[in-house]
């Protein structure tokens, strides 16, 4: 329903005023609070800015310190006089004449650098190296790694021969380090390169930029040129390219990104962008205060205005709101509603008296109603019982069973004891609920008559465990469909031999008995026919099993009765479900002489 329609037929004149005071009342206050926080929250946001793009560029200086420390160190060790014979030498007896020079050459620099891993040094021509290091060459895997790391490189700077690497190919992959490529030339000829000088080191400048405090939540990364991450502190996106790397221009820079706050800046005259992510929530954090004092003040004046119209509608409303209100409850099905009227008007009382009187009319005929519906029941399942419960024969069987065990006669004697005590489970003194232990001898004394009948055709199992033999059913509940079975199953099928089980489980707050053949079975038309009308009396469903379900559905509700399917080898499966505890109702007649 559309806002005009609202209006114009579903809203009365209370809600129409409160409605228009309100929205006027909250435009303005909102109006208000937009305004200011916006201000606000703009002010903040370029000051918070400029604090990171300012902090980003102390930490860029840092780095690019850093690096050049680390250049100057490599070159002054390429200029090593002793690095530049043995780079030279052609022989090996002229390497090993500098290996002892060397080696100490790189020791004096290991000492001076604390974080360096190792020093190298690897003459080209004679494919030969020297390596000294805090670390043993087996525990760096330098001999390994060292030319997959070296063609992984990046250059360092636009102009120079330095290489730099980020990587942890070395140490056996246990931590992210630093290694700087040099090529050594000679002093007298800059002319090709005569070997080449590796120094590995551990840089913990960004771990350190990492733990200093920051006010704001953040993301800080050293990047290539290209925006492949080269060191941050999850080191699982090292390798990774940044999202955002087309936008990264210049030298500096800041922009938006997803929610986020990029600020980036170009590490001296490396090639290294040191960049901050920062998620814009925490920059503004301060201006949470402002705005939850801003939205008080707008929901004390919204409650005001509100609080006012209310008043001022109150008096006029009142007495046909509340008569409304007590329709709206008889519609939704209170007819126990009533109206007090002492607070009312002359005009009030009128219309709550009429209602008044209407609703104890309509009580009365509802009593009405349902008592007739109580004896209608109570009488349609009389009726239904006297359909199926045998009422005669019972005291003459008695006496052709005696007769017929005082001449010898014990097959005669077992049929009519079989027959005289099916049919005193059928009368079972007028009660219509009996245990089911009752129920199963039933249908054996059944079974009993209809093998010596039809020559021992039927095999009858039983897997009901003991503790289920006390629960209550309605009486001929399983019979009707174990004689279903036979008649319909298994004494037209070929061989005309079967087997009729009946089994319980339990479903939740249920118990569902099942009754299963393995007689010729059904197609699955007629099954859909049966299940659908079998609440119905219809021919096709066959009248016995219709007055079974409805029993069963006028006793329990709808939701019980019974359900046919097939078995997936033959014949067919009725399911019974009947609640699991329920107590008789003894005004609905389930006991009393038949």
Known sequence: MSFKEKWEKSWNFEKKMNVVIVWTIAAITI???????????????????????????????????????????????SMDSHVQEYCESTSMEGLYG???????????????????????????????????????INESFFEKFCEEDYKKSMTAKTKGALKVSFSNRYHNSRKYTLTLYFPVYSVTKMVNSRGLLVVNLDDDLLKRFHQKESPYSSNLYLT?????????????????????????????????????LIS????????????NEVEALSLYRGCFGTILILLAVMLVVTGTALALARNMTKKLFSPINKIVSNMNDVSRGNLRTRIHVEDMDSDGRKLADGFNIMMDEIDVLMEQVKEEQRQFDKMHLYALQSQIQPHFLYNTLECIHWQALSEGNKEISTMVKAMAQYY???????????????ELAHVRNYLIIQNMRYDNIIAFTVKVPEEYFSIRIPKLTLQPLVENSIYHGIRVKEGKKGTIEIAIREAQEDICLTVKDDGVGMVKEQLAVINQNISNHNWDVGYGISNINKRIELMFGEEYGLTFRANEESGICVEIRLPKEWQEEPDRGYEGEV
């Open 264 to 275: 980036y800046q170009r590490v001296g005259g490396w090639n290294f962008y040191m960049i």
């Open 98 to 136: 500098e290996m002892g020079n060397v080696y100490n050459s790189f020791l004096n620099m290991l000492y001076m650098q604390y974080n360096a891993n190792f020093i190298a040094v690897i003459n080209t021509g004679m494919n030969n190296y020297l390596y000294n290091g805090n670390v043993n």
């Open 31 to 77: 109006a208000a609070i937009v305004v200011s926080t916006f201000s606000f929250v703009m002010s903040i946001t370029k000051q918070n800015s400029q604090y990171v793009t300012d902090q980003l560029t102390i930490m860029a200086q840092d780095c690019a310190n850093n690096l050049e420390q680390y250049k100057s160190l490599i070159t002054a060790c």
């Open 424 to 438: 005193r489970i059928c009368l079972s003194e007028g009660k219509d609920i009996i245990t089911l232990e009752t």
């Open 224 to 260: 290539d040129v290209e925006g492949n991450i080269v060191s941050t502190q999850d080191e699982s996106q090292i390798g990774n390219r940044i999202a955002f790397a087309e936008q990264i221009t210049g030298d500096q820079g800041r922009f938006w990104h997803g929610g986020m």
